[in-house]
């Protein structure tokens, strides 16, 4: 498994988690250069982007997360992270995390439930 993503639960609305996505088996340079992307299912719906973190930091969120969602990453540990807060019922979904490395790789995780009731 290249990439473990943990961290999901059953909160209540404006309670906060943190996923965490590891790579413990990419090389630090693999890591170091990769592009990650949170993606979330909601049930019976499409796959949508969440949040994203270039190699170089830059972050992109989509609009219905801004202001609540913070994502990172900490190469020291090959982990990024996605800070949920003030989580909302709407925020229910399947996450995953997605990397492209700069050798045009694709991974995935293997998703993680959060499930957020009013």
């Known amino acids: 498994v290249q990439l473990q993503a943990s961290g999901g639960g059953m909160v209540q609305a404006g309670e906060s988690l943190r996923l965490s996505c590891k790579a413990p088996?990419?090389?630090?340079?693999?890591?170091?250069?990769?592009?990650m992307t949170w993606y979330r299912q909601p049930p019976g719906q499409q796959r949508d982007v969440v949040a994203s973190?270039?190699?170089?930091?830059?972050?992109n969120y989509a609009d219905f997360v801004k202001g609540r969602f913070t994502i990172s990453r900490d190469n020291s540990k090959r982990t990024w992270y996605l800070q949920m807060n003030n989580l909302k019922p709407e925020d229910t979904a399947v996450y995953y995390c997605n990397v492209l490395t700069s050798t045009g790789r694709n991974y995935w995780g293997q998703g993680t439930l959060v499930t957020v009731s009013s």
């Open positions: 973190i270039t190699s170089s930091r830059t972050t």
């Open positions: 088996r990419f090389i630090l340079s693999v890591f170091n250069s990769a592009d």
